[in-house]
Structures are given as C-alpha cells and as structure tokens.
C-alpha cells in the first residue's frame, strides 16, 4: 500500500542560511512587541532574512497575533527573490488552504520553483501532487522522477514512497528488490513505515530471501515507534510463532496497542484472543467489545464474527435479528462467509422473513468465491423454488455489486 506522507520539515535555503532550528531560536529571543518591531523594520526595507523569519512568527503565533494571510504575503516577498524555502512554505500554504483560499495551482508553481533549486521537500510534495492528480494531471512517471530526486537527497518519506511505487508498479516497472532497496535505506532513518514494509519483504520472501528473523527484527523497530500496522503483525508473529517461539501472551499484548489506536484488523485479532482465551482470560463480552469497534470501521471478518456472537449469545442477549443486521454488512462488502451465513438465515427464516429467492442469492454469491457446500445447498433449495424465482435469484447474484464499508 502506498502511503502518502506529507513534508511538513524545511531544509533551509543555503542562500537563506535559516534552518528551522535557527528559526525557533529566533523567535524565543524575539517575543517583546519592541523585537518584533525591529524584525518588521527591517522586513519592510527588503531584508530578506527578516521578512522570512517575520512570516514564520505569523504562521506560528510567535509574538504576534496567527495570521496566514500576514505569513504569505511576506513569504512571497522572500519567495519572489528566489529563496527556495520561502517558495517552499508559500506552496504549503496555498496547498493545505491555510488562512487563505486552497489554490493548487499556486501550490504546484511554487513547489516547482523550489524544486528546480533542489529543495527535496518541494519535490516531495510536487511529486505527491502528481500522485494524487491534485492540480495537475495525474501522472505515476513524473511523481517517480520528483520522488527519486528527492529520495537522493536523503528524504526518508521520498525513500519510503519510492520503494512503495516500485512494489506496485506505479510510473516504474515493478521490482521487489529496488523496493527493498529503498525501503531499507528509509528504514535505516527511522521512517516506521518503511521499517514495517522491510518487515512484509522478508516475511513474504520478496525481493530478499525469506527469513522470518529478519522481518521481527524490523517489525519491531516500527512497533516500538508506535505503528499501529506493525504492532499488529508482530501479534501475529507471536500468534502464530512464525520465526519466534508461538506466545499468545507477547501476541495478545501487541494486538492491543495496536487495537487501542483503533487499527481494526488488530481489533478483530484481539477480539478472537479474547473468545478462544488465548493470552488473555476468555472474556465473550470483552470479544464483542472489541468486535464491534472493528465492525463499525468495516472489517468484514469482524462483522461476521460479531453477528455469530450475537446468533450464539455470546458475550450479549441473542439477537437473531442483530445476527442478520451484521451478516448482511459482511456480506455486501463481499464477505463470503457472511454472504453464507445470511442465505443460511433466510433459508431458516432466522431473524428474517424466510425467503428462498435472497436465500439463493446469497448462497450462489458465496459458492462463487469457493464456499464448500453451497452448490448442494443450491440444489436442495432449488427443488422448492419456482423456475421464476430462480430466475429472479440468478439474475439479483449476477447484477450483484459489492458495496464499501461505511
């Protein structure tokens, strides 16, 4: 999956010879209102080094009132000298609508202009204006030759993005191993998830030998950064012992941080934790807690499994009708489970109306992707269906569409 990670840190203009550190010192010492008068003094006759400090203050509210509109019109003073930096963060603030009116097209003309000086952060950004089509026609060629500029320049998020183009086969030829070479010198700066992605190439043996040592070691740097995505892998590691000792406990525990920062998957991996008592006490009511979170952000795995604790009365009151209401969730998200499951209800009339034509539907979708048993199921209920309503049920699973999570 390719992420999308924003440039919000400067490197300074050499010809400006302000970095964001020495930006931040300037404005401490530069509180009093005298100070500021100074700064603005000299910014009003052309200095161009006051004028951008002087519109960081604004868009920090650092001695001054927060005024974008303020922060832009000075940067475009510094911007308009040729100082890389300041086109940098004008571009910034016409892309993100920052006190003044969105204008991508401003956006992608002065990122340009700081990336024609070599300012990686602007190619950053220009590049994921190309990914995304915003401002300019979307174009994957010119993101990856913003991006590998970028990335030479030593910008972890440009590495990282790199790496994820490569695997994907965005406006490059697909190649696993120029991935993992970019992932891993992403990785080696501390990017998280270029350290989880590291992690998914030795796991799954692409572009580097398999070896499942190597991904827990890089999981683990990204979880121990907080990733929820890694958090989530390495519970899966424990669950399953792939490359450590299986430990249900060490599973359990990263399940739950990564559930905790509402990472669903993770949410639906500790819910089963806490039905089977693996790691932690079996706790039904806690597993439906846990469930539902991830339910209500989409998980179809999720969704089903909530419907069968409520079929089961597991952990809540059964509620067949409950059952059917997340079944069906499940199942127009393509579920072949839930889709299972809810033609099951309705051939029993079980929290619905009983219903052969939905039943058959449903059943005939689930048999599609490889349900073992649905095709006799077909068959027996068939004999108990008018050739119409058969025909209306072939017809309801061919222009069925799935539908996305809400």
């Known amino acids: ?30 509180e009093s209102s005298a100070a500021i008068g100074t700064l603005r003094k000299a910014a009003e006759q052309g200095d161009a080094r006051s004028q ?13 009132r927060q005024d974008y509109a303020e922060a832009l019109k000075w940067f475009r003073k510094v911007a308009v000298q040729g100082y890389a930096e300041a086109q940098y963060y004008l571009a910034m603030i016409y892309d993100e ?16 202009k700081a990336a024609d ?44 993005n790199l790496a994820a183009m490569y695997v994907e086969g965005r406006g490059v030829t697909r190649d696993y191993a120029e991935a993992v070479k970019w992932y891993r010198k992403a ?5 998280a998830e270029a350290q989880n992605n590291l992690g998914l190439t030795y796991r799954e043996g692409r572009g580097v030998t398999q070896d499942h040592a190597e991904a827990v070691k890089w999981y683990r740097k990204a979880a ?12 899966v590691i424990y669950c399953e012992g792939i490359g450590v000792t299986q430990d249900y406990t060490e599973a359990a525990k990263w399940y739950h941080k990564a559930a905790d920062q509402g990472l669903a998957r993770a949410q639906c991996n500790l819910a089963r934790m806490y039905v089977k008592g693996r790691g932690v006490t079996q706790d039904y009511a806690e597993a439906v807690k846990w469930y539902r979170k991830a339910a209500d952000r989409g998980d179809t795995e999720a969704q089903n499994n909530l419907a069968v604790m409520y ?35 309705y051939i029993n009339g079980t929290g619905v109306t009983q219903d052969y034509v939905q039943a058959h539907m449903w059943l005939n979708l689930s048999a599609a992707k490889g349900s073992k048993g649905d095709a006799f199921v077909l068959n027996t209920i068939a004999q108990k269906m008018t050739p119409g309503q058969i025909a209306e049920a072939q017809h309801l699973a061919r222009e069925w569409k799935p539908k996305s999570a809400k």
């Open 117 to 160: 000086q070599g300012c990686a952060e602007a190619q950053y950004n220009l590049a994921m204006m190309y990914v995304e089509g915003r401002g300019v026609v979307q174009d994957y060629a010119k993101a990856v030759k913003l991006i590998r500029k970028a990335a030479y320049y030593g910008l972890g998020r440009a590495q990282y």
């Open 97 to 112: 609508g920052s006190g003044v009116a969105q204008d991508y097209a401003e956006a992608e003309k002065w990122y340009r």
């Open 224 to 235: 121990d950064q907080g990733l929820a995505e890694a958090q989530n892998s390495l519970g």
């Open 52 to 64: 951008f400090i002087l519109a960081t203050d604004y868009v920090q509210g650092r001695g001054v």
């Open 311 to 345: 079929a089961q009365g597991r952990g809540v009151t059964q509620d067949y009708a409950e059952a059917a209401k997340w079944y069906r969730k499940a199942a127009e998200q393509g579920d072949a489970v839930a889709q299972h499951n809810l033609g099951a209800m």
């Open 187 to 191: 990785a080696d700066q501390g990017v």
């Open 1 to 30: 999956m390719l992420f999308l990670i924003y440039a919000n840190q400067v490197i300074a203009d050499p010809g400006l010879h302000v970095s964001a550190s020495a930006i931040g010192t300037q404005q401490s010492t530069q």
